[in-house]
Nanobody, 115 residues
């Protein structure tokens, strides 16, 4: 079955960096666009970044220039490099893959940006 396992979250000071990883299994990773979302309490989950099968990337305006999404098809892993972090980036970050039959999510990893 499809599994997505995020890691790499934690507590970081404003201006700091973190790299999130999402290890995928149970499907042909290289054939799917992968997404990172985030969610804060009381708010809807919002799209952060997208990477297509050919490596084309797209970012929401609030992370453009600070975050970089990448993928390693040999390792079935998608990454989110987060630089210049701000307190408003505090959220649970989720890995996602959308398939015809269903939309799959990982369990999420908490990112807290605070001094």
């Amino acid at each position: 079955q499809v599994q997505l396992v995020e890691s790499g979250g934690g507590l970081v000071q404003p201006g700091g960096s973190l790299r999130l990883s999402c290890a995928a299994s149970g499907f042909r990773f290289s054939l799917y666009t992968m997404n990172w979302y985030r969610q804060t309490p009381g708010k809807q989950r919002e799209l952060v970044a997208v990477i297509t099968t050919s490596g084309i990337t797209n970012y929401s305006d609030f992370v453009k220039g600070r975050f970089t999404i990448s993928r390693d098809n040999a390792k079935n892993t998608v990454y989110l490099q987060m630089n210049s972090l701000k307190p408003e980036d505090t959220a649970v970050y989720y890995c996602n893959v959308a398939m015809v039959v269903s939309n799959y999510w990982g369990q999420g990893t908490q990112v807290t940006v605070s001094s």
